[in-house]
């Protein structure tokens, strides 16, 4: 018979420090990214919407893909935890590509230089988090501690969020 894993309060904690960056992420972007693109780069407002809404057209589909992919993956890691170990760079180099004032009169440069650092920063923080999301359910079967887990993630992205 299988033995269940009993969850600690250093598992918890651990789960829920991952989230840290996906709650402060998350605000910064929706508070300040709009107003970085059309008052710091001079990206006209309506091609700043449109980057926006290029990297979340991507987000939805790119997320049920990472879903299959990372529930189809075996290896040495695991399912889930490769996927923590290859995107933590991409998503650090994305985020700071998003916040670096691109210098070109061109609208059009503009556009594609931010829509496309979006892309990759929503590509690359869909290739950590939604792995991230799915590893509670494989660290217990006990309804109880799997909400558990859930509540140290949602404490630690809110405590983020709040920060930034």
């Known amino acids: 018979m299988n033995q269940e894993r009993k969850i600690t309060f250093r598992n918890l904690l651990s789960y829920g420090v991952g989230d840290i960056f996906g709650g402060g992420s998350f605000v910064i972007i929706n508070l300040l990214f709009i107003y970085f693109l059309t008052d710091v780069a001079k990206l006209n407002p309506a091609l700043a919407g449109l980057v926006v809404l290029a990297g979340k057209a991507w987000d939805a589909i790119s997320d049920p893909i990472m879903g299959y992919i990372s529930d189809t993956t075996r290896s040495k890691y695991g399912r ?85």
């Open 80 to 164: 889930r935890r490769i996927f923590f170990l290859m995107g933590i760079f991409p998503i650090i180099l994305s985020f700071i590509a998003m916040w670096i004032p691109f210098s070109s009169e061109s609208q059009i440069i503009k556009f594609i230089y931010y829509a496309t650092a979006y892309v990759f920063f929503s590509t690359a923080f869909t290739m950590v988090m939604i792995p991230y999301s799915a590893l509670n359910a494989e660290m217990t079967r006990e309804y109880k501690d799997r909400t558990r887990l859930s509540g140290a993630r949602l404490i630690f992205s809110q405590i983020s969020s709040l920060i930034s």
